[in-house]
């Protein structure tokens, strides 16, 4: 990676830099000054020294105009398609959505969710992080004021279950009140607004899984696929191990993430709401740790193993 | 939508945070090492550079690598440098020019330890992945977002450690660098892991008010003229790799595979939570919450690092491709550009508008990389129907496309392409594109550091092996 010193060369009130790559740039450097550069082009590995475009095919862009100002618009609805009633909204939201309709779903989100949508391909894009509706029954239904301009729709939902260290979890059941705006002459869904009361396995599911966990590592086994979190579990994974061969393993109450110390590997893994979903199982006998779990579907899988120090 | 407990819990989270995050995500150089004031303070989930080319040893498949973490000390134990457990890393690809990732690419790290009651981060020689001797293992899982479609590729996937030296890492690539390639989903293969910088250049130099050492007799402020000193040669980074096969861009394309030329745009971005606390003032009890949020995204080199103003910086990092258009002024007379002929009287540059600035940077070219109808924004824009020239990456034409390389930078960016001289020269107009500029001496501009210090790898994941730590400082 020699240079050679670069002299600049003034001529006819412009600079000339001889400054030139390796050997074979040293001979350019000279040739620079005498003679048209084109003669040092070729170079290897060097610095080009002429245009290829003709060699290349390409145009000679200076002239030509490109639009790189112009900022992107959000995609409108298309016409007449607010639904007559709140209710017809969310079913109609839901059965588009079920449906994999995104286009007609776009068309019924509020302007507000919209805007931060930006466009149905964005939209169409944005599936994969929302949770998927596979059932939605209605229970409250109040028909709003003629002058309302904000309705609801309470019902119990069915989702596809889901948990992954990106969008976290999304729970099989729960309780949704959707959130239904007056637009247009009729109604659209405030998808931002729609407020989701999960509902959960019973607690004591943690503990039969926690059991059939530290049963497992006792047994010098590892444990069920079907209670351990697919992607692998957080935190001081090599603690299991320690309970091979012994039967002290002994299982306390279950506790609150956020009540236990060192949370924090679980929290990183599975973002903030891991603090509200998650149970903890505390495990005293040849080492002592907490075991984490998470709600899958109708059970509670191991997510991490924690320690409360050294 | 919201989640929230019967008890009034209230807050956003889950696929609310998924709604969220749409306008987040959807808000979505060089080098971009340390490019922009916040993200200067959080290197783990600092984007470096991007590469994007034809596989020259596999042409049917495109190689994309996306490096974070700047100017990482190979000695930096015990705790040596490893992905954020707590930061979303993302590779993004737009198919169809419309600059809306058709394809994303999520990584998420977690980091285990076998043994906490030791401060060792190995406690004996490590001669495999696997090898009990190492006590703090990072793995990852892959996720595709396939067009609105997510599924996870990738699962359990062990990061490559540090190279640590020869007592503790011996044989560091065979035993461990090598075996941390893995054939996933699809025809795919990834690697995550501490390799060698791969950017070459002088950024002690050029940030010293545009010096290029070779020509810094040619400056307004005179210095000795000497050569190019690469300030990225004693540094690792991390990378990730992913080839892809380019039959699976088509697809998403919805474009036949008889189809000839299609670009593919291609960007990284990184996501962190909204805000991190110590719970209860308490320094060990570091928490994180709300929904992802962009910190960082890197396309094209250089642009965010010398072309985007000061005050923007941070915007551009938190912004998406598909507003790019408010950047739009500054590519069309880039700072830098008007810089040169104060700095180097003589140089004469174009005027501005530089559209040729704008096509390279931000629509494409015509008749190499430019996606029809596509919208300007800024990504790395790849024609993958143009095949590698040559299949060993430290033999390619260092200038890329200026020196005569279609399959070169701009068009997608290979390891050795000198992505600094290419874009001093191109502010300077020295390019094809802007004839009458092609002229010396703006076309022998440059830092005077044309290569990397090592030679990269003739296979994938093509990054050169990481410096051990032992051999730090030397």
Excluded at chain 1, 73 to 87: H, I, K, Q
Excluded at chain 2, 33 to 57: C, G, K, M, Q, W
Excluded at chain 2, 332 to 349: C, D, F, K, S
Aim: contains cysteine; charged residues 20%.
């Amino acid at each position: 990676m020699t240079h050679p010193i670069a002299v600049p060369v003034r001529t006819a009130g412009m600079t000339t830099y001889s400054h030139m790559r390796g050997k074979r740039g040293a001979r350019c450097a000279l040739l620079v000054v005498i003679v048209a550069v084109s003669s040092c082009s070729g170079s290897t590995a060097g610095g080009h020294a002429t245009s290829p475009s003709s060699a290349l095919g390409l145009p000679d862009l200076s002239q030509v105009s490109v639009d790189v100002t112009t900022p992107a618009a959000t995609d409108a609805p298309r016409e007449g398609t607010p639904a007559p009633s709140p209710r017809e909204a969310v079913d109609r939201f839901v059965h588009d959505q079920l449906a994999g309709d995104t286009d007609s779903s776009y068309d019924l989100l509020a302007a507000v969710d919209r805007t931060a949508v930006r466009s149905r391909v964005a939209w169409r894009h944005a599936q994969s992080v929302l949770p998927r509706v596979r059932s939605f029954d209605a229970t409250v239904n109040a028909s709003p004021p003629a002058s309302a301009a904000t309705a609801t729709v309470r019902g119990d939902a069915r989702f596809e279950p889901r948990l992954d260290e990106i969008n976290g979890l999304v729970p099989a059941r729960a309780s949704v009140t959707w959130t239904v705006v007056r637009e247009e002459g009729g109604w659209r869904v405030a998808f931002s607004r729609t407020v989701i009361e999960p509902i959960y396995p019973a607690d004591s599911g943690a503990t039969e899984s926690s059991r059939a966990w530290t049963d497992a590592y006792q047994a010098c086994k590892e444990p069920p696929n079907e209670i351990v979190y697919a992607a692998g579990v957080v935190g001081v994974t090599g603690i299991g191990a320690a309970l091979c061969g012994s039967t002290a393993a002994k299982l306390g109450a279950p506790a609150r993430l956020g009540d236990r110390p060192n949370p924090a590997a679980v929290l990183a893994a599975f973002g903030p709401e891991a603090d509200r979903w998650a149970r903890v199982i505390p495990v005293s006998g040849p080492r002592s740790f907490n075991l984490v779990l998470a709600p899958f579907d109708d059970r509670w899988v191991v997510v991490g193993v924690l320690v409360d120090g050294p | 939508m919201h989640w929230t407990r019967k008890r009034r819990y209230g807050v956003l989270t889950g696929a609310g945070a998924g709604l969220l995050s749409l306008a987040l995500l959807a808000p979505a150089g060089a080098s971009s090492h340390r490019e922009a004031p916040l993200i200067t303070e959080d290197p783990v989930a600092d984007n470096t550079d991007v590469y994007a080319f034809v596989s020259p040893d596999k042409p049917d498949t495109i190689t994309v690598i996306a490096n974070w973490i700047p100017f990482e000390d190979p000695a930096g134990g015990p705790n040596f440098h490893r992905f954020g457990d707590d930061v979303l890393y993302e590779i993004n690809l737009d198919v169809n020019g419309d600059a809306n990732p058709d394809i994303r690419y999520q990584f998420r790290f977690k980091t285990t330890v076998k043994n906490p009651d030791t401060f060792l981060y190995n406690t004996g020689p490590v001669a495999s992945l696997a090898d009990k001797n190492l006590n703090v293992v990072q793995t990852y899982t892959v996720t595709e977002d396939f067009g609105g479609y997510k599924q996870v590729i990738g699962n359990k996937l062990t990061v490559a450690p540090a190279n640590v030296g020869p007592r503790s890492t011996p044989d560091y690539e065979a035993n461990l660098g090598s075996k941390a390639v893995y054939d996933i989903a699809y025809g795919q293969r990834v690697f995550a892991g501490p390799r060698d910088d791969p950017f070459f250049a002088d950024l002690g130099s050029i940030f010293d008010l545009a010096g290029l050492r070779p020509l810094n007799q040619a400056h307004l402020i005179k210095q000795p003229t000497a050569n190019g000193i690469d300030n990225l040669a004693p540094y690792n980074t991390h990378s990730v790799a992913l080839q892809i096969p380019i039959a699976k861009l088509r697809l998403a394309a919805g474009t036949p595979n008889d189809q000839p030329d299609p670009i593919v745009g291609v960007y990284s971005s990184t996501y962190r939570r909204q805000t991190r606390v110590f719970k209860d003032g308490n320094g060990a009890e570091l928490r994180n919450g709300g929904p992802w949020v962009q910190v960082s995204r890197l396309g094209m080199p250089l642009v965010n690092e010398v072309v985007v103003p000061l005050g923007a910086k941070d915007l551009f990092n938190a912004s998406n491709p598909l507003d790019d258009a408010q950047f739009g002024a500054g590519v069309l007379n880039p700072e830098v550009a008007r810089l040169i002929p104060v700095l180097y009287p003589g140089v004469t540059v174009p005027p501005a508008p530089r559209n040729d600035i704008a096509a390279i940077f931000l629509t494409g070219i015509d008749g190499l990389n430019k996606p029809a109808g596509g919208r300007a924004s800024e990504m790395i824009r790849l024609n993958t129907a143009i095949k590698p020239t040559i299949a060993d990456p430290n033999k390619q034409n260092r200038m890329g496309l200026l020196g005569g390389d279609r399959d070169g930078f701009p068009n997608g960016r290979r390891l050795g392409d000198d992505s600094v001289d290419i874009a001093l020269q191109a502010l300077a107009g020295a390019t094809p594109f802007t004839p009458a500029f092609n002229i010396s001496p703006n076309n022998l501009l440059g830092d005077g550091v044309d290569r990397n210090n090592v030679p990269f790898l003739t296979r994938f994941p093509y990054v050169a092996p990481p410096k051990a730590g032992y051999e730090s400082g030397k």
